[in-house]
């Protein structure tokens, strides 16, 4: 991979988010601020894309502060557990959240606000509740205020927008942890390998599901 | 000869074929082994899927974790360029816009076209199929009948590899002893999909799939398929030896580098290109034929996507394989003197009578399926092992049902490669909001999902048909195709039916099906979305009442064939490319014949 590919790039500014947040730096997000970027203007990737070497035509767009705030979030979502199951951070969710936000596609662009003002929403409560940026917050304050909004169905008028985020977030974070290959081992995935014959679930599983043998 | 350019062109081809996918394809090959000097016109690019295809490439080397976009709508490893919904330089439109009533068109610009990523389902309609007004006073029989067709499906089974039992059952033709391969073992979610199908008494068999689970016999069946022609059978031994059989991974729909299924582009096109029969050029946009004063086809004009020029380039016959709205569009816009509504319209009925699948879905989830120990169930390709055909044929021609003709069932759920949206409900099923029970809960209910797609046959009818755009053209200034679309009751019962069965199996399994629609109005797919859109140009025994004859030819002009879908008179619930497949080298035999008798 060449040191000019996005992703490398992208992985150096990962680095530097993580030493701010270790650094505690955070008042440089504080003082930056969550100023809305307009939609992205860049294109997609067309109709021809080249599916060897996949690239991301579109540069990201969130904010330090946003970034903070996102890495702080996906890893209460899904936290480290253990060496096979590491945190969403560490697999780099933030990153791909950002790529996603900041894609050209309608999907994306509705996503984008839904993120944006829900970062936002979180800071605003976080001051409202304990007069701290979120990522300032203890675990137990920044758990309480997630308790607060991660059932949607369930959640108060006031925490529903709130709650909306949280879903459309969460979302994101389970879907990029488990599209990697951290994640998809972590769930017991193991395709993706040629095999010189497929014999159907094992003998284990079929016991399981009390099927006696394969039908053909 | 080889792929060349279009100003490079010979003054004496045999037979013009625009298209390159099943039925330019299979039209090409039949021709060119047979020695027919052939040119092959593709509106699309050039495509190699020995060196394009993302074999084992994983979601963290694609934009958006590979999920689609408008610019790639069955995700980013599709194989599709070039193509899909909406294609910004050629735009279709729709009569109307009301819910139910837009028709919408799936287009693959490619070498190969739409094989490259179809599902590989390869059934044979039945009897039954070829009769259907016969059977219950709608819609039209077909000028011919399942024994006219068999051979023809024998030899596309036999050269493209299909998997597959015979399992004797009513409409669902048995192939001959020797043809099918071995099908692949069921999965989890299939073996439970069987054991209920046995308690609600509906039939679970293996699929047909157009999938190597074995290597083709590259000695045996090209003599089989070229008794008498010991050169062509040679070309396709070599060609056949190519061909690896499935390793059991990396999804069908993104191709097959080492050519374990079938695509045009690696099972039709070597062989036909390696007689030195057959001249391909790419991005080549066929506008219309060109007519002599008898009305006859003298070939056709297209234009040069990367120059922008017209061209024109003659032949003695001229075979429309394009897709069936694409050759239907080409007929409509070859408008002259002996033709004034376009070629073959003499019937008024060109571009009529288009329908497409019957298309409804209902997913669920099955706890006996959850936290089971990891194992490998991609299988062939991330499609479908079993399936159950239509299995009421007795109850509908007694009247017991509310809709006359019928689906059969795909089945979908394994331990397939997670994507961004596998578990976007996680937290609905198990009541976890975040934290390290999430990832637990993640792990219990990864692969434990269901779901089942009815396929179903429309009946034909007299408000769904496309015509020319009046004022909207495309780039190349070709004018572009207006729909118009409608459901009938029919449809809408079937869809029906469709969701409460899907609820039934998903229950009888111990699972909760997800929420259904008793109408079949909110359950069905929009027109075109199936992608089994066919008709338009419809074969029939009665130049009044069709638009082509039972050799895929048109009444208007002879030395015109059609055969893609677009001459298909019903659409059984039989995923199309198949009987596309074999009337199309049907349609091939009759080509030559003519033109040994003198008569193209």
């Not at chain 2, 040069?304 to 016959?317: E, L, N, P, S």
């Not at chain 2, 288009?354 to 169930?377: C, F, Q, T, Y």
Request: with cysteine; glycine share 10%; charged share 25%.
């Amino acid at each position: 991979m060449k040191t000019t590919d996005p992703i490398q790039r992208m992985s150096r500014r990962d680095a530097i988010q993580w030493m701010l947040a270790a650094t505690g730096a955070v008042s440089f997000a504080h003082n930056r601020g969550f100023a809305q970027k307009g939609v992205p203007a860049a294109k997609g990737y067309g109709l021809d894309p080249n599916l060897l070497e996949g690239t991301v035509p579109w540069s990201r767009t969130m904010s330090e502060a946003q970034l903070l705030l996102t890495t702080r979030l996906a890893d209460i979502i899904l936290p480290h557990v253990d060496n096979r199951s590491p945190s969403a951070s560490a697999v780099r969710v933030p990153d791909f959240i950002d790529e996603w936000i900041s894609a050209p596609y309608p999907d994306q662009t509705r996503d984008r606000k839904t993120i944006l003002s829900g970062l936002t929403w979180m800071d605003a409560e976080s001051q409202r509740r304990f007069s701290k940026l979120f990522v300032d917050l203890s675990p137990a304050e920044a758990e309480a205020i997630c308790d607060d909004i991660c059932h949607q169905a369930k959640a108060s008028p006031a925490h529903l927008s709130g709650a909306r985020f949280f879903t459309t977030f969460r979302g994101l974070v389970l879907g990029g942890y488990y599209t990697t290959s951290v994640g998809m081992k972590d769930v017991g995935y193991v395709g993706n390998v040629p095999l010189a014959t497929f014999d159907g679930p094992p003998p284990e599983v079929l016991k399981r599901l009390g099927i006696e043998k394969q039908p053909w | 000869m080889a792929h060349i350019h279009a100003s490079k062109t010979k003054p004496d081809y045999d037979v013009i074929v625009v298209g390159s996918g099943a039925a330019g394809g299979q039209t090409a090959y039949t021709l060119a082994m047979e020695g027919v000097k052939v040119l092959m016109l593709e509106a699309g690019r050039n495509y190699d899927p020995a060196t394009e295809t993302p074999m084992f490439n994983t979601p963290e080397q694609a934009p958006l974790r590979a999920m689609s976009t408008p610019d790639k709508p069955f995700g980013y490893y599709d194989a599709t360029i070039d193509g899909g919904w909406e294609m910004p330089d050629e735009p279709y439109t729709n009569a109307s816009s009301e819910p139910g009533r837009e028709f919408k068109w799936w287009r693959s610009r490619m070498l190969g076209g739409r094989t490259n990523h179809w599902g590989r389902i390869a059934l044979r309609n039945g009897p039954y199929d070829f009769k259907p007004y016969s059977r219950d006073g709608l819609g039209f029989d077909w000028p011919i009948s399942y024994e006219d067709v068999a051979p023809y499906y024998d030899k596309v089974e036999l050269l493209i590899g299909v998997y597959g039992t015979n399992e004797n059952l009513e409409n669902t033709p048995n192939s001959p002893d020797g043809i099918l391969l071995r099908p692949p073992k069921a999965r989890a979610a299939e073996l439970l999909t069987h054991r209920a199908g046995r308690q609600l008494g509906i039939p679970v068999v293996p699929v047909h799939r157009a999938v190597l689970s074995e290597r083709l016999d590259s000695r045996g069946i090209p003599a089989r398929l070229h008794p008498n022609n010991p050169r062509a059978a040679a070309i396709l031994t070599d060609e056949m030896s190519r061909r690896a059989a499935c390793f059991w991974a990396t999804p069908c729909n993104r191709g097959c580098s080492i050519k374990a299924n079938y695509q045009s582009t690696t099972v039709h096109l070597p062989p036909a290109l390696a007689t030195g029969n057959l001249d391909i050029i790419t991005d080549a946009m066929v506008a219309s034929l060109l007519t002599d004063q008898t009305g006859k086809a003298r070939g056709v004009t297209f234009i040069d996507k990367k120059t922008g020029r017209d061209h024109q380039i003659k032949a003695r016959v001229v075979v429309l394989a394009a897709s069936a709205m694409e050759s239907v569009r080409v007929l409509l816009n070859s408008r002259t003197a002996q033709h004034r509504d376009g070629v073959g319209n003499s019937s008024g009925l060109l571009g009529k009578y288009i329908m497409d699948s019957v298309g409804a879905k209902l997913g669920g989830r099955v706890p006996m399926l959850e936290n089971l120990p990891p194992h490998n169930e991609e299988g062939a390709g991330d499609g479908a092992h079993i399936y159950s055909p239509w299995w009421l044929y007795k109850e509908q021609l007694a009247g017991k049902l509310d809709f006359p003709r019928g689906y059969h069932i795909e089945t979908a759920g394994s331990r397939r490669m997670p994507n961004v949206g596998s578990f976007g409900n996680l937290e609905r099923l198990s009541g976890v909001g975040y934290g390290r029970r999430l990832k637990d809960e993640a792990r219990r209910y990864y692969g434990s999902s269901v779901a089942y797609s009815g396929r179903g046959e429309m009946i034909p009818n007299d408000d769904c048909f496309t015509e020319l755009d009046p004022t909207v053209k495309d780039r190349w200034g070709i004018p572009v195709l207006r729909f118009h679309w409608k459901w009938s009751e029919y449809e809408h019962r079937q869809a029906a039916h469709m969701q409460r069965t899907f609820a039934e199996i998903i229950t009888t399994m111990g699972g909760t099906p997800g929420s259904l629609d008793a109408t079949g109005r909110e359950a069905i797919a929009e027109g075109g979305r199936i992608i089994h859109e066919v008709g338009g140009a419809i074969m029939g025994a009665d130049r009044k009442k069709s638009v082509t004859n039972r050799h895929s030819q048109c009444w208007d002009a002879p030395n015109v064939y059609v055969t893609d879908g677009a001459s298909f008179c019903s659409n059984s619930d039989k995923n199309p490319t198949l009987t596309i497949m074999a009337l199309a080298w049907r349609a091939a035999d009759h080509m030559i014949a003519e033109m040994k008798k003198g008569n193209l």
